[in-house]
């Protein structure tokens, strides 16, 4: 039978292997300790997707596009005050469109210390495009990025974090040092691909460690959830202490549009201010994160 158009409960062996293959995770990269004997490291991202979000969904709603230009508008300004505030850098991660609506924040964000990294062309959901379509639109986002930050992104978050079957090849041609997409694990660790080693850093990101899950909402739909910020603070504060307790990785997404709203800037102040108070705990970008657990785990920690 030929697997190609088999169901999957008729898959051969070697079928379901080469799936599962793809991306795998393979050995752990958790250090045994981070910068300056730390025993947690904390790598705050911010997915500043503005107005990319109804634009991929061929959305012409100014109510809706208005939505993410307050992210620009008011979200951004916010992150970066509280960031200077706790004296703290983070990874933005970009789309590219959003990046050119908004090249000044970008220039201003990089020039303040913080990682700018790659983020789709308009948040597009790779495992809808063509073939070929999803390597020529990250190749033209990563330039559009260097062009606008003055640096070349060394890693990668794929919006939505929709890794397609080609997506691992990309990062691959492309040189990057590292990838937040999958989530295999709490900790780093190093991709495999078909079981061999590829030397690519997975930073691997989660759901209940992202702002809008519990924020979001579409009027016309029925998801209209309404989560308190003091109940989304208490889940972050319990998995940043989980990360203390094992001497992990804890790894947070959030969105300018979303936490960036007066309500809910406050809860990551206060959270912020507890991880800062709590002894043995690390701040690290997400590049500096990799760049460390892969120097530690004898990897060439370039890109």
């Avoid at 020039?111 to 597009?124: A, P």
């Avoid at 070929?132 to 990025?145: P, W, Y």
């Avoid at 997409?181 to 190093?190: H, I, K, N, T, V």
């Avoid at 924020?215 to 203390?244: C, D, H, K």
Wanted: with cysteine; charged share 25%.
């Amino acid at each position: 039978m030929n697997d190609s158009t088999a169901k999957p409960w008729d898959w051969s062996e070697p079928e379901w292997r080469r799936i599962v293959g793809r991306a795998r995770a393979g050995r752990s990269l958790a250090p045994a300790s981070w910068p300056g004997g730390a025993r947690c490291a904390v790598a705050l991202s911010f997915d500043a997707d503005h107005e990319t979000i109804p634009l991929r969904d061929s959305d012409e709603s100014p109510m809706r596009i208005s939505q993410g230009q307050y992210g620009a508008r008011q979200g951004v300004k916010r992150i970066r005050a509280l960031l200077d505030r706790h004296g703290v850098r983070a990874s933005f991660f970009y789309p590219a469109v959003s990046a050119l609506l908004h090249p000044e924040e970008v220039r201003a964000v990089a020039d303040e210390g913080h990682e700018i990294g790659i983020h789709s062309w308009i948040h597009e959901a790779n495992t809808q495009l063509p073939p070929g379509v999803e390597r020529e639109l990250t190749f033209r986002a990563t330039d559009t990025l260097e062009k606008i930050s003055g640096r070349r992104p060394v890693g990668i978050r794929t919006a939505s974090w929709d890794f397609s079957v080609d997506t691992m090849d990309i990062i691959r041609e492309l040189g990057l040092l590292y990838d937040s997409s999958l989530m295999a694990d709490d900790d780093p660790y190093e991709l495999e691909v078909q079981g061999e080693a590829t030397g690519i850093v997975e930073l691997p990101p989660e759901w209940i460690r992202d702002d809008a899950v519990y924020f979001n909402m579409l009027r016309f739909s029925g998801l209209r959830p309404y989560t308190p910020p003091s109940a989304v603070e208490e889940i972050f504060r319990a998995e940043f202490e989980g990360a203390v307790a094992e001497g992990g990785l804890f790894l947070l997404t959030m969105h300018p549009h979303v936490i960036g709203h007066r309500s809910r800037i406050a809860l990551l102040d206060r959270l912020v201010a507890y991880m800062k108070g709590t002894p043995g705990v690390w701040f690290g970008t997400h590049e500096e994160v990799a760049r460390w657990c892969a120097t530690q785990a004898g990897m060439p920690a370039t890109a």
